[in-house]
């Protein structure tokens, strides 16, 4: 038998007016009939999310959070459990509106959402029904900075800058007046992609120069007088968007953060030379910073130089974030014992990391979708033939399965293939990309990342030699 949620509030509510008061006690039903018709329930803080991912490749689907703070780190990323099927039916927290994703999806979620989809890897293709569905359906259409925004991928670039800018207008009062004609959604939401179409334009004309085929065969000289040139007949435009967007509530929406990268950038300068950086503004910049540096040389000096920022920050959201990164960073440092990660085989049997402990390993992390990665596998091939004496370790990261065997069964390679969507693989070695070469010496309590690879050759041979030293 199901119970009514509201029908218990409503009791709930009747006691408590009706016991109020002992002086009124004998209108005590009285008050219970008026709660029970005027009592207002209280304000939902979950959303209610169901439906199903497809080809998503994996029964956990990280819906990662795209906020202010996703910057910085992913702690507030959430793991969707499916079945086979990739349905699924969850509720969560939520305490204020927010921005997440799922694979190539951006979804608006508002504390109250009741929202059953139907998401895919094109975002295209996602349906939604329910409380929060105008929103959503509307953000099916948002753009991807990487790809120059209304430039998709250079396939609305004209003739030249002036015909360009010409049609990425027109496209962007085309999306304004689609936000404008949504019913069922807050005035907020509306602010923000407003917001979003804004710096969607700024992104078009910042990548413009990546897709212009007038750039082409000019001298580095003539690229940058041309690139002068367009930047000033965009100015005007570009600071009366920029100050629209200079509140810090802007910063939630994606592009927004990615065109501020260039503030610092001496060429468009101009652009940004009217934007005023809040100190949250300049906190979340910081704590990139902070975070890249993680990425690239991670030493004990480095974590305590971050740990002092993180302390001394006064967003309380990013100094959360800076504070998981340093935690998982930190299981990185020699003598920490290496995040330990599942892999299968072809034939579908499990490995870990830890069943090759005491072995000098050499890993090498793609996929099949990832062009760099098919370029360097030969090399790391030839490497496996030089240096029998070392673990050389291909794994896969692709989601789709059958995408990965069929490519092995083509490939022909003397290597074990291995494929891994552990989650650990990506947090606890802090994945950011692929291609990457990991090497490590492993025992029971260390753990050595990569060194450059021009210097791998010489550090294999080194390795070598002492351990036939070791063992006279």
């Known amino acids: 038998m199901k119970t009514d949620k509201n029908f218990l509030y409503r009791c709930a509510c009747f006691i408590r007016c009706s016991c109020f008061n002992s002086a009124f006690m004998k209108y005590g039903l009285i008050l219970g009939i008026v709660c029970l018709c005027g009592c207002q ?8 999310l169901s439906g199903q991912l497809v080809d998503m490749g994996r029964a956990g689907v990280i819906m990662r959070y795209d906020g202010a703070a996703s910057l910085i780190g ?24 927010e921005y997440y994703s799922i694979s190539r999806n951006t979804l608006y979620l508002t504390p109250g959402d009741e929202l059953k989809m139907y998401i895919t890897t094109d975002n295209r293709q996602a ?41 990425i207008g027109s496209l962007a009062q085309v999306r304004e007046k689609q936000l404008e004609a949504l019913q069922n959604v807050s005035e907020e939401f509306k602010a923000l992609e407003k917001g979003r179409i804004y710096a969607d334009v700024i992104n078009s004309y910042l990548y413009y120069a990546s897709y212009a085929d007038e750039f082409r065969g000019k001298s580095r000289e003539e690229t940058r007088e041309l690139q002068k040139t367009y930047r000033a007949e965009a100015l005007s435009e ?64 480095v974590v305590d130089d971050i740990r002092t920022v993180g302390n001394r920050m006064q967003q309380a959201d990013f100094a959360v974030e800076l504070q998981k990164k340093l935690e998982q960073a930190a299981r ?3 003598g920490q014992p290496a995040p330990d990660f599942k892999m299968t085989d072809v034939d579908g049997n499990e490995k870990k990391l830890s069943d090759f402990r005491g072995k000098l390993i050499y890993i090498d992390l793609w996929a099949t979708w990832c062009g760099p990665c098919i370029q360097e596998s030969p090399a790391f091939t030839a490497l496996s033939e030089k240096y029998p004496d ?30 891994s969507v552990d989650m650990e693989l990506a947090e606890g070695w802090q994945l950011f990309y692929i291609p990457v070469l990991f090497w490590w010496i492993k025992s029971r309590r260390s753990s050595m990342p990569m060194l450059p690879d021009r210097l791998l050759r010489k550090l294999l041979r080194c390795w070598i030699h002492f351990q036939k030293h070791k063992q006279k």
């Open 390 to 419: 070392i673990e050389f370790l291909q794994i896969s990261r692709d989601e789709q399965k059958e995408a990965w065997e069929s490519y092995i069964a083509h490939k022909n390679s003397p290597l074990t293939q291995y494929n």
């Open 238 to 301: 570009v600071k009366e968007k920029l100050n629209y967007l200079n509140e810090d509530r802007f910063l939630e929406v994606a592009v927004v953060r990615n065109i501020l990268f260039y503030r610092e950038d001496p060429e468009y300068r101009s652009y940004f030379e009217d934007y005023r950086m809040s100190p949250r503004c300049e906190e979340l910049y910081q704590g990139f910073e902070k975070v890249s540096a993680l990425r690239h040389d991670l030493n004990l000096q």
């Open 332 to 334: 990185l440092l020699p």
């Open 41 to 48: 329930q209280p304000v939902k803080n979950t959303v209610h």
């Open 127 to 167: 349906r939604f029904e329910g409380v929060g569905a105008e929103a959503n359906t509307y953000m099916k259409e948002r753009l991807f900075p990487k790809g120059g925004s209304y430039l998709e991928g250079g396939s609305n670039v004209k003739a030249d800058f002036r015909e360009t800018r010409k049609l």
């Open 74 to 97: 992913d702690s507030r990323d959430i793991i969707l459990y499916t079945d086979a099927e990739g349905h699924f039916d969850t509720v969560l927290p939520l305490e204020k509106p």
